[in-house]
């Protein structure tokens, strides 16, 4: 067992993983194995000021001992009403392989890429999962630690306003829908024309309402933020479509319901391209470059 009687943390190896012991509370790291490496970048964390790794509601307590099934990662905040900052999880060894028992990259709260970017810290989306965390190569995590610290001295939010959305991730969809209405009418040369944003309808609200001048359609914009699901294009593009108002608004013209997401998965592509309504999807994405925005995918409807 290794004690950190300071903070009053153990962690103990178990044959399921690591037994994680702090604040009266208990966990186990399925699959994972205290070897040199991976205590030494559980030392890096907790002597950066990570020196909680039990949150509240982190792990969830369902999966907490005694009757829990634990959990497949580390998690690392400053205190234990803190949100997480760190977290080693299956994808952080390399190779990727049971048990894990090194740690190659690590993964960023999403709610502080835009401190990474700040520091200079490369990034990339994590892969395989909707929540848009970041991961980094372990060789940056002490600056990337002490990056987050800093950005969250004073008011956490005012310094996420301060660094501005060109250094960093959307924060939520009104990020989006911000950039989109700062930025289509300019990458479409013209041809698009904002006509308002949130626009009331009886059955719900359209995120963005435009008209493309060059085939004068009527343009229902919906913006997720992260990965879209099935039910935007099944049910609430539809019944936008169908709303009274947008035939109102429409008259004579032809009506397009557009997704845009961060991560429009093959399975909604599917959805969109074998729908009998006019449909588009387009992703947009961050990157330390800038914004890309672009089309994925339409229903053959659209060029009927």
């Known amino acids: 067992m290794i004690a950190f009687p300071e903070i009053g943390l153990e962690l103990e190896q178990a044959a399921e993983g690591v037994v994680v012991r702090q604040f009266g509370d208990a966990y186990v790291a399925r699959n994972w194995r205290l070897t040199d490496d991976v205590i030494a970048k559980i030392k890096i ?9 039990i949150q ?77 965390n970041v991961e980094i190569p372990c060789e940056f995590l002490e600056t990337a630690i002490a990056s987050c610290l800093k950005g969250m001295e004073g008011d956490f939010q005012k310094n996420l306003s301060i660094l501005g959305d060109q250094k960093g991730g959307f ?87 557009v997704l845009v997401a961060e991560e429009i998965p093959e399975s909604i592509r599917r959805l969109i391209r074998e729908h009998s309504l006019p449909l588009r999807g387009y992703e947009i994405k961050w990157s330390q470059n800038g914004v890309s925005f672009f089309e994925v995918c339409s229903s053959s409807s659209v060029f009927a």
């Open 45 to 53: 964390c907790l002597g950066s000021g990570l020196k909680a790794m």
């Open 56 to 132: 509240v509601r982190h792990p969830e307590y369902a999966n907490r001992m005694p009757k829990g099934d634990g959990v497949i990662y580390f998690s690392f905040a400053r205190s234990e009403k803190e949100m997480w900052i760190v977290v080693f999880n299956d994808n952080s060894p390399f190779p990727k392989k049971r048990p894990f028992d090194n740690v190659s990259t690590v993964l960023i709260n999403k709610r502080f890429r835009h401190f990474l970017t700040a520091g200079d810290i490369p990034w990339v989306t994590e892969k395989g999962r909707s929540a848009c």
């Open 171 to 257: 924060r939520g969809e009104s990020d989006i829908e911000k950039w989109l209405m700062e930025n289509l009418e300019d990458r479409s040369g013209g041809q698009l024309e904002i006509i308002g944003r949130q626009v009331r309808l009886e059955n719900g609200i359209i995120d963005i309402l435009a008209i493309d001048k060059d085939s004068d359609q009527v343009l229902i914009i919906e913006v997720k933020q992260q990965r879209a699901v099935s039910s935007v294009v099944e049910e609430q593009i539809p019944r936008y479509l169908a709303s009274q108002r947008v035939m109102g608004i429409c008259k004579n013209r032809r009506a397009i319901g």
